[in-house]
């Protein structure tokens, strides 16, 4: 309705083709009791006519079907947009006609339309799932469809009511059909988190705020993370005790909204652990309300973490089970064997039933799309380019589809918003892009496939890093049959999607070719590539204004660089910690030793911290320490090497060295194993790290099994092109990079192999070595070259060129998930040195 309206307003001419014979698209379909809006309806508005908001009331917080569905009628109404929308016709298939660069589209109707550009705006939930239970043909009775309800209603009352399925759409007409039934079996296979919609008029905090500044209001929400102002959780759930943390939850439970609950932690989305704080408190309060200890025990989710299925908004839903002619069945402990012609044969049983309701779920996000039979370039069909799931540029776009949208698309938030903030978004991005083309003569648009592939790698990194990809959902196609398991949905938030679409559009259509009579552009391009919560931390911190190191002297450097690291997450739990001191080159050096828990003598790793030679300490690196501790399963030795400026080149490289042959010498006493040693650092570190392991080999051991360098410096001596190209942005610049290399190293001594161990004469005989680089990281290349060097002198090397990350980033344990994966590989590399 919003696009058919900027069509029109913006000159073109168009058409909208719907299924129904009225407006409302979803609110027109889901017509079943209890029906209403789970976002608090002051939200759940079109904001693109600013007089809708004097004419028009909401009756209630969380508005019922009937009331939305008149809204949408009204706004259509107003607008004129019925004279638009030709009703009861279905698009049958579509087909790209490349010379005319229109497509074609049959319908029901019969009839053939032609279009410059052809936009699927069909919905994400609209095509009901078959319900895949055997012998549904078989029942003679009623069966009614929740997706589906008729348009007249249904009356109940005194009948036996099966209802099978345990979603929203079940979870919000169970009361319904309760209140009127004789008697009503609900069939679940999964129980769902739910919490009360608490109902009633509009929240007056919100409609305070809108009453204040609308426009404001309208802004936030738009570049909120689900299209709600909300504040961002800044509280671990693990950070504060049970009690608290309950407390907090209780509070968000009182406001009766959806995203509340899930918003009072800042790691429920990532963090199995934390989010498991709020799956124990939904289990509370279903005991508290639910009698029977046994049915509330069904009724409780146990297998899959908050969220990660659709939670749900109710009124009374559990208590209806306190009522003496409701029965709840679990079909993980009596499956239905089949429907007959009279009920449902479950378990051992076999039950008589006077109408059945299927609230079995929807063919999600796709199942609109591609049960049109559209066909792009080439021949190719949609359905067959998203055999193994859907692939999109910006959720929007599809490769060999030219002039062919979608709007709430899979690979867009859609579904993990407030659709009408993501409905008018794509609207606007359409009806621009539109603007532009036209006003260039351009005929023809489509995605690249490196813009494609790039969108699908960032859409999965989002992904990866939330515990969505556990739990059989439909947002993972979990709940069709054969249908590929993937998130559908964008999970990086509605406020960075916005700013990534209108990014991609103010970089002259990154990852578009674009062509016309006498224009053709292709600029190829991917538009996010840093790892997705790495870009939120640089985000955060540009936000901050923090100053840049470099401009500090080194006092003031070490004190800042010390209170970052007090905030960040402690790391894992070892055996033991032990600090001790150890001679180094020129007097005693400081050390920690991490111990696991599991029993010695273990293998020893002689570890070297980051810091630019110029800050950080035995205890700076104290979270990676830990994990390799653990994870490795190693005795970690963590030196504090003299520093720069007051001790310059070589003393770092000597101390290291001087660490690693006292620690050798004195494996046993420490528990360790002497026959089993490697060095690890990270950054300067591993300059230290990497220029120990050749000192070893060159002066007579310790013999090394292992070197693990991770985004080392090895070259002091020229520039690299990643220290261009990542100059600035990523947390360490290229200046910071000189600062410290000034307060270390005069230049006439940064060629040394003490200073820059890739300038070593000969690099073959060393230890086998895992070179980590990360891909936004001013030292990426001279790493990658060391790594590469390495392997040219016969050593063997692991090189791990971690994407998206930047030169701290993997080491943020428990910070950023994003890191996790190649610590793991680290670890994993420590291991196959050394056990
Ligand atoms: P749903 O969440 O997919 O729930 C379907 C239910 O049917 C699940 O409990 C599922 O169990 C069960 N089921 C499916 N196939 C089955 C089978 N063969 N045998 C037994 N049980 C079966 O569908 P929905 O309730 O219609 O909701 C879909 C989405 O629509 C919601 O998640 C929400 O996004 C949206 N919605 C929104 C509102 C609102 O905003 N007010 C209201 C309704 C729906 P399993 O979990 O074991 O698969």
Known sequence: MYLLHELRANGFSSRVLEAGDDVGGTWYWNRYPGARCDISTTDYTYTWDPELHEQWTWSEKHAAQPEILKYAQFVAKKHDLYSGIDFNTKVTSAAWNDSAKRWTLNTSTGETITARHYVMATGCLSVPKDPDIPGTDRYQGPVYVTGRWPHEGVDFTGKKVAVIGTGSSSIQSIPHIAEQAAELVVFQRTPNFSMPAFNGPQPADRAARLEADRKAYEAEARLSSAGVPMEMPTVSALGVSRDEAFAMLEKSWQKGELLALGGTFMDVGTNREANEVICDFMRTKIKEVVNDPETAELLSPRGHAYGTKRPCMDTNYFQTFNLPHVRLVDLRKKPISSITETGIEFGNESKDFDAIVYATGFDAMTGAIVN????????????????????????????????????????????????????????????????????????????????????????????????????????????????????????????????????????????????????????????????????????????????SMDSMSPAEARAFSEASSAMRPPGPEVGEMIDGTLPGAAGPLEYRLYRPATKGPHPVVVYFHGGGWVFGSHVSDDPLCRDLCKNADVLIVS?????????????????????????????????????????????????VAAVAAQLARDNGGPELKGQLLLTPVTDGSRQHGSHHENADGYILTKSLMEWFWNHYADQSDRSHPKASPLLASDLSGLPPAMVVTAQFDPLRDEGDAYARALMGAGVPVEHLQARGHIHTSITMVDALPSGKPPRAQMAAALRRFLH
């Open 372 to 547: 049109v039979d559209i066909t792009g370039k080439d021949g190719l069909t949609l359905k067959k380019k998203w055999e193994h799931g859907p692939l999109t540029y910006l959720g929007l776009t599809s490769v060999g589809f030219p002039n062919f949208y979608m709007i709430t698309g899979p690979g867009s938030p859609s579904v993990l918003s407030n659709m009408m903030v993501s409905i008018e978004q794509h609207v606007d991005w359409i009806r621009d892009t539109l603007i532009d083309l036209r006003e260039a003569g351009v005929d023809t648009i489509e995605a690249t496939p490196v813009a494609e592939e790039g969108w699908r790698v960032h859409c999965t990194d989002c992904a990866d890093i939330t515990l969505f990809q556990d739990t059989n959902s439909w947002y993972m196609g979990a709940n069709v049959p054969g249908k590929p398991r993937v998130l559908f949905p964008y999970i990086g938030g509605v406020g960075r999607y916005r700013q990534t679409c209108d990014e991609v559009r103010a970089r002259g259509y990154l990852g578009f070719e674009l062509s016309g009579s006498s224009t053709k552009q292709r600029n190829d391009g991917i538009v996010r590539q840093v790892q997705p919560d790495v870009d939120m931390v640089l985000e955060m911190m540009a936000q901050m204004g923090l100053p």
């Open 639 to 687: 030196v504090n090497y003299r520093h720069a400026p007051e001790d310059r080149f070589p003393a770092a490289a000597d101390d290291g060295y001087a660490a690693l042959q006292w620690v050798a010498a004195n494996v046993a006493s420490l528990g360790g194993d002497p026959s089993r040693i490697a060095v690890a650092g990270w950054s300067a570190g591993g300059n």
